[in-house]
């Protein structure tokens, strides 16, 4: 007999903390929003960036992979992040996973490429508002202003002894995502919401 058991729906990495979050940023009358950005496609994406297959696969993906260190390249809802000479992160719209590698395979063709889905390994904080570089300035060791790291950049780096990689967004959206691994996001919750105290 089949089993007919339902399944719960997915649960992100801090469900249990949004509360808290959105606490925090009502009580710091806008100084700061904290907040978790759930279930973002990830595709980690390794190939040659002089080979034939980075412009194919930049052409179906309607942006060209970034080639200059720690920057980000914007499309629509697709964002490409530097991580290293011949690698990138492809961050999307929830469920986009398996559309994104397809399209990637697609594209290379016989062309030697790494594509991996790594959506369930991490999840994104969104911290936001005027005083957002402040509250990331209390454990992150990059120089944050805006003239060394300004909308466009990105870095693995770590934040509160958690690694990260930093992405500073663009000023419409005015704030930076926090992508971290999800078995360190309570922990780096519990750190940002300590360290926002001092602007609730």
């Known amino acids: 007999m089949a089993d007919t058991a339902l399944t719960a729906p997915p649960r992100s990495p801090l469900s249990h903390d949004a509360g808290r979050l959105a606490a925090a940023t009502r ?5 700061v929003r904290l907040a978790e950005l759930p279930f973002l496609a990830q595709v980690d994406v390794r190939l040659d960036a002089k080979g034939a297959a980075a412009d194919a696969v930049g052409l179906a993906l309607g942006l060209q992979l970034p080639l200059e260190p720690n920057t980000v390249v914007r499309a629509g809802e697709l964002t490409a992040l530097w991580l290293g000479p011949d690698q990138w992160l492809l961050v999307g719209p929830p469920g986009g996973e398996r559309e ?3 399209r990637i395979r697609t594209a290379a063709g016989d062309e030697p490429v790494s594509v991996t889905a790594v959506s369930a390994q991490r ?4 911290v936001a508002g005027p005083r957002a570089r402040d509250l990331l300035a209390h454990g992150c060791a990059l120089d ?3 003239r060394a790291f300004g909308p ?3 870095a693995q780096t ?9 992405v500073a967004r ?16 309570g922990y780096l919750a519990d750190w940002l ?3 926002a105290t001092e602007y609730v």
Not at 27 to 31: E, Q, Y
């Open 27 to 31: 009580s710091s009358g806008g100084a």
């Open 100 to 102: 994104l590698e397809s």
């Open 170 to 185: 663009d000023e419409a959206r005015a704030g930076f995502w926090v992508l971290v691994r999800s078995s360190f996001a």
């Open 158 to 166: 770590t934040l509160g002894r958690t690694q990260v990689v930093l």
């Open 152 to 154: 466009g950049r990105c």
């Open 144 to 146: 944050l202003h805006p």
């Open 193 to 195: 919401l300590d360290a």
């Open 123 to 126: 999840t994104t904080l969104l």
